[in-house]
């Protein structure tokens, strides 16, 4: 349908003046702020898209495809219409828009690889609170479907902080509500300018039927001995994803998915998939009644998986789990398995099915961009982070619902409980106990004065060869380092990725400086280590990892350096 306009004169292209902003650095996943900074900041959100549309050389910008969708959070709607008469005034030739502006990230990821656009502008900030005092986020992702490289967020940095006006088409107006295409003719434009709208989950789905056996998946979930599951969509932007493809096309029941309706709020929640946040879910799981439970994060590419009776799973095990039973998704049958790959602050549970299979293994910094650069050289089939993270080489971006039906298909393939699969693959594979602490919003410069110290005290060479002992436990310090990575695809270097304390049995501890801003600093401290007496797999990781927590605050004064006497959250 095109959409008439009063009169057929061509849309007016203004070039507006702005003053820069030095604070537009995007991190990992974009620009993220309070969401007032948006909205009470003149032409903050403007000066930024500018921005992005300016990194792109205007010959490729000429006539090309970009994708745009969000999470549904408050403002998503009024940064749609923004990007949209920007797009327009900047030369891009397309945008396909998720219906009302909603897309999840994977199928964002999904459809820039589908449609070969040159990018994708997503809103989101993920796992953190929606609302008007809560976060917002806008992402850029390359024509691979990932987050942008380094190189292309420092360009589009640069470009923020000299920024003296922009492009814009006040008068475009575009109906997100109806699919279809939509045209508008603009000034000193010789083609017109299309905005296509298309269904939100209508690609991804597809994309899945590709790479799990559908019909196995429905006999699990609707068959006569059917798995009886729980999903919690956390009112992010997952529900619509799991009511259609789960309960509509896979038939499971319509009350195993609940908080399915995208919330501007996400109902005053933190939709972060994590015992802590999920608790609901964690408690209804605790009854007995469902075999399978799972919840999703705001923009769904997290995800966290529940057994019988609340059995939780450690997103380090989960992919772990996936690597083991990688042949029961149809999709790796076809492409075969090229290498697994982990976060660095990931426990070890990985490499222990990457050594038993003889399948290559990467240890990379925190960021799904270092996955990307390994899968576009085709090194990479799998992998996954701590922070419940897990996806594949089918896109560019992690995949919370992927990650489930990689899950139900196991179950479908192995007819166990969550449970028993985890406990067998302890019983083959040994098990890395792991925890992590978080220390939030701790003052930046204690934090960071902290992290200095504590480099001084692990790099000195007096350091290696210590013995700490606490009970009946003595380790020895093997190696300590500030964790570096080299690409390589790109032999690009990056230096500062957390500080590590290894010890001769293989146990880590490592810290990470995440994130400095006006809410301070989050301290985190990561303890993984690894067990095969059969007699030991079983205990609470808080009990066998206490020695080595003990030992990580000894060292690193971390509760004396905060003023703190424990962790906001522990995972």
């Known amino acids: ?35 007032y900074v948006y909205e009470t900041k003149t032409n903050y959100l403007q000066n930024f898209v500018q921005s992005i549309f300016f990194s792109i050389d205007l010959r490729d910008r000429q006539g090309s495809t970009v994708v745009v969708g969000g999470d549904g959070r408050y403002f998503n709607k009024t940064a749609v219409e923004i990007i949209v008469q ?5 030369g891009i030739g397309r945008l396909v828009i998720g219906q009302n502006g909603i897309l999840s990230t994977p199928a964002v990821s999904c459809i820039i690889r589908k449609i070969k656009a040159i990018g994708g502008i997503i809103l989101t900030a993920s796992h953190n609170p929606g ?16 987050p942008a490289p380094e190189a292309v967020t420092d360009k589009i ?52 039927r590709n790479i799990f056996d559908f019909a196995a998946l429905k006999e699990l979930l609707s068959g006569q001995k059917q798995l009886h599951i729980r999903l919690d969509a956390m009112h992010g932007v997952v529900g619509p994803y799991v009511k259609k493809i789960l309960c509509e096309e896979l038939g499971a029941p319509a009350n195993s998915a609940v908080n399915c309706v995208p919330l501007e709020d996400f109902g005053g929640h933190h939709p972060d998939p994590n015992l802590t ?3 609901d879910l964690v408690e209804t799981m605790k009854g007995g009644e469902y075999d399978f439970g799972a919840a999703f994060d705001g923009d769904g590419d997290r995800n966290m998986v529940l057994g019988k009776h609340g059995f939780f799973v450690n997103p380090s095990d989960s992919v772990a789990v996936i690597a083991a039973n990688i042949f029961s998704i149809p999709y790796f049958q076809q492409t075969g398995v090229r290498g697994f790959a982990r976060s660095m602050p990931t426990s070890g549970a990985l490499d222990n099915v990457a050594k038993a299979t003889k399948i290559s293994m990467y240890e990379t910094p925190t960021g799904w961009k270092f996955f990307g650069n390994l899968m576009d050289a085709n090194k990479l089939s799998l992998c996954g982070e701590e922070s419940f993270g897990t996806g594949s080489d089918h896109i560019r971006e992690k995949d919370g619902l992927w990650a489930v039906l990689a899950w139900l298909s196991i179950l479908a393939t192995r007819k166990q409980s969550v449970e028993d ?4 693959h302890w019983q083959k594979f040994g098990r890395n106990f792991f925890t992590r602490y978080d220390y939030e919003e701790v003052d930046s410069d204690a934090a960071s004065k902290m992290m200095k110290d504590l480099e001084a005290v692990i790099l000195d060479r007096a350091f290696i060869g210590q013995k700490f002992s606490v009970g009946d436990k003595t380790y020895t310090v093997e190696k300590s380092d500030d964790f570096q990575y080299s690409d390589p695809v790109d032999g690009s270097i ?15 501890i490592i810290f990470r400086l995440s994130g400095t801003g006006s809410a301070g600093a989050t301290i985190r401290l990561y303890i993984d280590s690894y067990e095969k007496d059969l007699q030991k797999i079983y205990q609470d990781p808080q009990v066998m990892l206490a020695p080595l927590v003990t030992i990580a605050l000894k060292v690193s004064e971390l509760h004396e350096r905060t003023g ?3 962790p906001t959250v522990i995972t």
Do not use: H
Not at 86 to 90: E, F, I, S, V
């Open 1 to 35: 349908m095109v959409l008439p306009t009063m009169d057929d004169s061509p849309l007016p292209v203004l070039t507006l003046p702005t003053f820069a902003y030095n604070d537009q650095k995007p991190g990992t996943s974009g620009l993220r702020k309070k969401t």
């Open 86 to 90: 920007m797009a327009g005034a900047n």
């Open 131 to 146: 609302g008007p005092n809560g976060d917002f986020g806008i992402k850029f992702n390359t024509a691979n479907g990932g």
């Open 157 to 208: 940095f640069q470009i923020s902080k000299t920024l003296e006006e922009y492009a814009i088409c006040p008068d475009l107006k575009v109906d997100l509500t109806t699919i279809g295409k939509q045209q508008f003719d603009l000034e000193n434009k010789f083609k017109p300018f299309t905005v296509e709208i298309v269904d939100s989950v209508e690609s991804y789905a597809n994309m899945l």
């Open 277 to 279: 946040y999920a608790a």
């Open 421 to 424: 699969i985890m406990k067998e």
């Open 494 to 508: 990056s230096r500062n990725q957390g500080l590590r304390i290894v010890f001769s049995d293989g146990s880590r």
């Open 564 to 566: 703190r006497s424990g």
